[in-house]
């Protein structure tokens, strides 16, 4: 489970990099509200992540595809619901991206757990 974590956590540097990319370019370019942007950039991140997830972290072989990346989306989904809630919740007390930052920790904790548990043990 640990080498699973580290490889989930590899993957999701990636997903970080793409969800910051994304947010800045809706918040700071285009002027969309940072809650938005901050759902857009997350939702753009799940589905890189779906595809190196099953292949390196998970190695699935699962016939089921579709099945398999809705369980995976319906998991962000939730997932974003707590990164909102959690960046809601350290905006208060500082910055917006490192707010953003330690939402996605939480986040990342949640995805994980739920994905190992659920998605790819299916």
């Known amino acids: 489970m640990i080498l699973k ?3 989930f956590v590899i993957v ?3 997903g970080l990099i793409i ?4 947010t800045y370019l809706f ?4 002027k969309v509200n940072k809650y938005i942007s901050n759902s857009i950039g997350f939702s753009v991140a799940v589905s890189s992540n779906y595809f190196f997830n099953r ?5 699935s072989d ?31 007390k ?3 991206y490192p707010a953003k930052l330690f939402a996605i920790i939480v986040t990342t904790i949640w995805n994980f757990l739920a994905n190992y548990f659920i998605t790819f043990s299916l």
Not at 19 to 22: A, E, L, N, T
Not at 55 to 59: N, P
């Open 5 to 7: 974590f580290i490889k």
């Open 12 to 14: 999701g540097i990636s």
């Open 19 to 22: 969800d910051f990319s994304i």
């Open 27 to 30: 918040k700071e370019i285009f």
């Open 55 to 59: 292949l390196w972290t998970f190695s």
């Open 62 to 92: 699962n016939p089921k595809v579709l099945t398999e990346y809705a369980s995976f989306l319906l998991i962000s989904i939730i997932g974003l619901g707590i990164n909102n809630l959690f960046l809601y919740l350290f905006h208060k």
């Open 94 to 96: 500082m910055k917006f």
